[in-house]
């Protein structure tokens, strides 16, 4: 049950787009179309933004999308704003029946 | 409005037990399978365990299998952790989420959980 792979951290202006790179096996991200991304800020809970690879909660803006390359999944903030100044997870299910998290990357909108 | 309140953390000597509880409202809740995810100080989120809908199905990390059992009371709209022979590695705040089609849809404020002597 390794964790899945994430940068440590990215950054990016206001206005421009920024990409997050979810790299795991063919065990887990790989194999399943169950991949969700996650933003939490600081001393707050997780707030699911993307699910199933690609598809946005009600009520997540449309600047977050994702997708998914073989054993890397990817996620998309376009016109970057203050507010998504986060930390951001990935998950994964896996052939185990269990699931995994990556080690979450820190957003900086600089 | 879907909400989840975890409660029961505190300071646990090492070696020693807790139980966990997430109380849930808004949905039906004997319809969703639930998750255990915590946090350690300053990490990321780190899956724990899951229970399908009618506890009859469970899984766990391999970190805390065979030392943590999660449990719900359909009834009571509860979810539970039950941690045993707990070490200074399961200190963290302990986040319930909802699960089943779209996992980790909603998630509770946590609670702490720090294992020291």
């Known amino acids: 049950q390794s964790a899945l792979t994430q940068p440590a951290s990215v950054s990016g202006s206001p206005g421009q787009s920024i990409t997050i790179s979810c790299t795991g096996t063919s065990s887990d991200v790989g194999g399943y179309n169950y991949v969700s991304w996650c933003q939490q800020h600081p001393g707050k809970a997780p707030r699911l933004m993307i699910h199933d690879v690609s598809n946005r909660p009600s009520g997540v803006s449309n600047r977050f999308s994702g997708s998914k390359s073989g054993n890397t999944a990817s996620l998309t903030i376009s016109g970057l704003q203050a507010e998504d100044e986060a930390d951001y997870y990935c998950s994964s299910y896996t052939s185990s029946s269990t699931w995994v998290f990556g080690g979450g990357t820190k957003l900086t909108v600089l | 409005e879907v909400q989840l309140v975890e409660s029961g953390g505190g300071l646990v000597q090492p070696g020693g037990s807790l139980r966990l509880s997430c109380a849930a409202s808004?949905?039906?809740?004997?319809?969703?399978?639930m998750h255990w995810v915590r946090q350690a100080p300053g990490q990321g989120l780190v899956w724990v365990s899951r229970i399908n809908s009618d506890g009859s199905s469970t899984s766990y990390a391999d970190s805390v299998k065979g030392r943590f059992t999660i449990s719900r009371d359909n009834a009571k709209n509860t979810l539970y952790l039950q941690m045993n022979s707990l070490g200074g590695e399961d200190t963290a705040v302990y986040y319930c989420?909802?699960?089943?089609?779209?996992?980790?849809?909603?998630w509770g404020q946590g609670t702490l959980v720090t294992v020291s002597s």
């Open positions: 808004g949905f039906t809740f004997s319809t969703y399978w």
């Open positions: 989420a909802r699960g089943g089609d779209i996992a980790f849809d909603y």
